[in-house]
C-alpha cells in the first residue's frame, strides 16, 4: 500500500506540473514595446526608396534628403474627410467597421457572453483596434489609416475604396498638357490606382470573405513596394478578454495545416514564425475561440508574430504578405473564421454543408486534442454529450461520466489490490531472502525470481492496473478543462454559474490578498482538501500510521494542492472531488473483500507454531 500510495502522489505531481507547463502557465512577463521586434525587422527589404501613407496619400522618402515629398489627392472622387462607422448584424455576430483604413473595428459573438457583454472577438489595448489592416508593404510598414469611400452593397456586405498617387511615377505636364520629362516648372501628375476592400458576410456563420483589389488601369502596370505587393494584417488579439494568461487558465497556439497534417508552430517575442510549407490554412487558437485564415494562394507568405503592444502584453498576430504584381490589376479573396472552437460550427467546413460549398477543410483539427489521448479524450467527450442529452446540466453530467469510469475501472482497482494483499503474505519470506543475501545482490535478485515463480507471483501485477489508469486520468482532467460546452454551463445556481470558471461564494475585489492574489473566497479548494485527507485516511495502513514520511504526504500534498488549484475551472474540481470520493467508497469495499480473503487465507494456510527453544542448563 505504501508503495502505491508514494507513486499516487507522485502521478498526482506529474499531472499538475505536465499541466502547467503544457497551458503555458510560467511564461515569463514581456514589456510592452511599440514597433516590431528585431526578427520581424529583419523581414524588411533594405531598399533605397520606401512608401508611406501619411493619412492623404502616398509620400515618397527621397533618399538624397530623407525630406518627404507629400503629393495632393486627385482632384476626381475626392475622399472624405471624417470617420464613418458601418454596422453589420447578423443572427451570430455583430461587426463594426471604420472606413479608417476599412478596418474590423469590433467584432462580437451574440451567443456568448463575456461578463456583462458579448465576447469581443477584437481585443483592443490601450487603444482602439484595427483588424485585416493593409500596408504597402512588409509586416514592419505601418498600416493604411487614411479614410475611405464607403459604399453599402447589402445587408451583409459592404465595400470601402480610395485611390492613390504614386509619385513621381507619371507624366510630366504644365497648364494640363503633356510636356518632356525635365521642362522647367513641369508637374508630375503621377500614377493613380485603386484599393478596395469588400466584406461579405453570411447570415448564420462564423465564416466571412475579404476581397481585396489593386486596380492600377492604364497608370500602374505593376504593384511592388520593397517587394511586396500589400500585407494584410489580423491582430493585436483574439477575445475574449483576460488578465493574463494563466489566471485564466486561457492560452494561445498558433496552427497551420498543410498536405493533411496539423502543425502546431513555435512563436516567441524575439522570432517571428515565418510559414514556408504554404499551408492550406493558418489558425490562432485560444482556449474557446479560434481565428483561422483561408488564403488559399500558394505563394504567399505567412508569418506569425507575439509582438506586444501597450495594453496587449500577450498579442496574438497573422500576417499574409501578398508578393509583387506585374500585373495592372488583381483581386484575392480571403476566407476568415472567427468564432467558437466547437465541433458545431467547425463541422460543416468538413461536410460541405455551408454556404461556400466548402468541404474537407479540417478545420475542426483546431478544436480536437491532438496526440495519442486525442481518440480516448474524444471517446468521454462523447459520453459526456449523452449523458447530457440525458440529464440537461453538465455538472451532473459530469458526476454520471465520472461514476461510469470508475465503474469501469473498478476491476483493475481490485485486481491491484489483490496484488498487495498477495505481495503482504509474501513479506516474511521476501525478507528473509533480502537479509540471508543481503552482501550478495546477483544472488539475492535470482532467489527472489525462484521465489516469484514457485508462488506464481507477479511483481508487476500490483502497479500495471494503475499504469493502465494514467492515460484515462490524464484525458479527463483535460476534457474538464477545455471543453468548450462547459463555459457558461451552470451546474448549482448563485453558486456554480459557470463550470469554465472558478466558483466563488464571497468576492471582496478589487481588494486582493498579498502575495497569493486572490479576491474570492471559493468553497470547492476546501472541499477537495476535506476529500483528500479522507481517501488518504481511508487508504492509509496500519504501518503507514507511524511513518512520518507517509503522514508528511498525507496532510501536507493536500495543502500545497489547495494552493496549486484554488483558480482552477469549476468543473475540474467537481471532477476531482467526485473522484477522491468514489475512489475513497471503492478502496472500503475492497477493503472489506480483503479482510475477508485474509481470514480465508489465515483458515488455510496457519502459521506454524514454534516452541520455544529450550535454555541450556549451564554446570
Known sequence: MEKRTLLAVVLSVVVISGYYIIQGIFFPPREPARGVSSGEQSLVSETATTIADTGSPFAEILPESGEALEVEEPALDAPPVAEERVS?????????????????????????????????????????????????????????????????????????????????????????????????GAADSGSRFRLTKRYDFKPDEYMFELTITLDGAHSVSSFNFSGVAYTLAFGPQIGPKFEKLDQRYEYRHYYTYANGKQKQEKVNANNPAIIANRPTWAAIAGKYFTFIALPYINQYELVFSVQPEPGIPDASRLYIIRPSSNTSRFEDTYRFYLGPKNQESLMIYNNGNNSYNIRDMELIKVANTSGFLGPLETGLKWLLMMFYRIIPNYGVAIILLTLLVKLILFPLTKKGSESTLRMQSLSPKIKEIQEKYKDNPTQMNTKMAELYKQEGYNPLAGCLPMILQIPIFFAMYNLFNNHFDLRGAMFIPMWIPDLSLPESVWSFAPFRIPLLGWSDIRLLPFLYVGSQLLFGKVTQTPDQQGNAQMKMMLYAMPIIFFFMLYDVPSGLLVYWILSNLLSMVQQLAINKYLARRRAVMAASNPEPVIAPKKKKKRH
Not at 463594426?96 to 469590433?106: F, T, W
Not at 483588424?131 to 475611405?148: E, K, M
Open 88 to 184: 453589420i448584424d447578423t443572427a451570430l455576430m455583430k461587426v463594426i467597421l471604420s472606413n479608417a483604413g476599412g478596418d474590423v473595428v469590433s467584432y462580437k459573438l451574440k451567443e456568448h457572453n463575456d461578463r456583462d457583454d458579448f465576447v469581443e472577438m477584437v481585443l483592443p489595448g490601450n487603444k482602439e483596434s484595427h483588424a485585416f489592416t493593409v500596408a504597402f508593404g512588409n509586416i514592419s510598414t505601418q498600416p493604411l489609416s487614411s479614410y475611405f469611400t464607403v459604399k453599402r452593397l447589402s445587408e451583409y456586405s459592404v465595400e470601402f475604396y480610395r485611390d492613390f498617387v504614386i509619385p513621381g511615377t507619371g507624366t510630366k505636364t504644365i497648364a494640363g498638357n503633356d510636356v518632356p520629362n525635365g521642362t522647367a
